[in-house]
């Protein structure tokens, strides 16, 4: 509940409290995994149309993953919305809930104002609870919506290294400090006991 993650209730407290706003992603709750959960239980359905859903894969090789097996399918024809894989709703970058909105999100955090709009409510729950939410547009048990999905993860992935920028051995790098940098803060080992 909002604005603390300990602080916690049950879904079957909050049930039927109206939703704005669901973001799936960050780099908590999703994994590979976690998305063919989310685009198992929405495939044939459609995402609420007072609600915004989001997702954003905790990282491009998930995504591809994704799309590789088709499971990101199910995700666009639900109405899901895709975005980049980054930090972005997660620390107000993008997607901030309107004024006094309840925002349901699988992200780690919910300060008050992280989210880009100071007064809004960030709920913090899992992808299951996110996608019932999601597809009712308010709190929903996610039980409540079929059946659990069984996921099969595949028995080679796709690794691509293709966005990578590797340095060249051949030359020597130089670090060269600006003035809005500092540089490592010095420290003695910690002890071991």
């Known amino acids: 509940m909002p604005h603390s993650p300990d602080n916690v209730k049950a879904v079957s407290e909050l049930e039927g409290t109206p939703v704005d706003q669901v973001c799936v992603g960050s780099c908590t709750n999703s994994s590979l995994r976690d998305l063919k959960i989310v685009s198992a239980l929405l495939k044939g359905k459609k995402v609420d149309e007072n609600t915004s859903f989001t997702v954003s894969a905790g990282s491009r090789q998930a995504m591809q993953n994704l799309a590789a097996s088709g499971e990101l399918e199910s995700l666009i024809e639900s109405g899901a919305r895709i975005l980049e894989n980054a930090c972005g709703p997660c620390i107000g970058i993008g997607q901030a809930p309107t004024s006094e909105g309840v925002s349901l999100r699988t992200f780690n ?15 913090l729950v899992s992808p299951e609870t996110a996608v019932a939410a999601a597809l009712t547009g308010k709190i929903t048990d996610p039980r409540k919506i079929g059946k659990y999905p069984e996921i099969e993860m595949s028995e080679k992935f796709v690794l691509s290294d293709a966005m990578f920028i590797y340095p060249n051995m051949k030359t020597s790098a130089k670090i060269v400090w600006v003035p809005t940098l500092s540089p490592y803060p010095c420290s003695s080992r910690l002890p071991i006991n």
Do not use: E
């Open 109 to 123: 955090r919910n300060f008050k104002g992280r989210s880009g709009t100071q007064d809004a409510k960030i709920y």
